[in-house]
């Protein structure tokens, strides 16, 4: 479990993160969406231990004040996948399991491609990957060594709609799979729904309100809540069966929208809500 207290990073004067308390409950995902600068990449810097900060972080109870980055078995994952061009995919993912025997290493590196869906691909050089599949070798490396906590910061922006759309549902199953503790950075609302368990809201540094899906749209806790969210109707579908072109899902016959209709009729958006467990639901 990951426990946030009153976590504040500043740079001079200007209070990036200003006194946030959260708390990620083991195998949880957590999603931090807000508008560009509102502190969600500083956050993670100084739970990481990259950018000094006050209040606590603890990690199952434990402080981690004075341990430094490397030893507070936090992964993270950028953008950008930041792999080592000179060294292969197995290669890097082997990177952060140095100290343990061959035998391991090979074995942990063939189970974490399997997961992120790359299975047999460890000796590919990763100058021939293309960007969905270096994330995913950036993700099974920051894994491998099963780190207490996962940060993911914007994990899939340098990514095309389409492609970012398909990986953000394979992103949860493969967290899910790995049993990661995570916090999941991004600008993202459609992202953020299918990654996150529960999803917070963050503006000018501050945690607005934090929640499922469901909460955030129907019970928000401020006005910012849904000036940045926008409104929206969440209506629960019922999956039932996977088909060739996807999966099909019973609706409800008739559903109610937020705001006046004057024209012939809506566009609706669906949007796989990950925290449901329940399946696509039409939002
Ligand atoms: N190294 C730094 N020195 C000074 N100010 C900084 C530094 N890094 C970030 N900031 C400022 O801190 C605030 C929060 O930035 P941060 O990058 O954490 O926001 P963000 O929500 O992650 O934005 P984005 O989505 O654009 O990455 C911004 O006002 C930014 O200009």
Redesign the pocket.
Known sequence: MIELENLTVS??D?R?VDGVSLTVDTGDILALL??????????LRGVVGLEPSTGEILIDGSSVAGVPVHRRRIGMVFQDAQLFTHRTVAGNIAYGLKGQDRGTIARRVEEVLELVGLAGMGERSVTTLSGGQAQRVALARSLAPRPDLLLLD?PLSALDRVLRERLSQDLRTILKGAGATAIY?T?DHDEAFAVADRVGI?DE?RLLQIGTPEQLLHSPAVPEVTDFLGSAAIVKGRVIEPTEAGTRVALPAEIEIPGTVTGDGVRLRITPLGSTGAGPADR
């Not at 807000?34 to 956050?43: D, H």
């Open positions: 740079y001079g200007l990036a807000g508008p560009s600068g509102c502190g969600k990449s500083s956050l914007e950075v600008h963050m540094g």
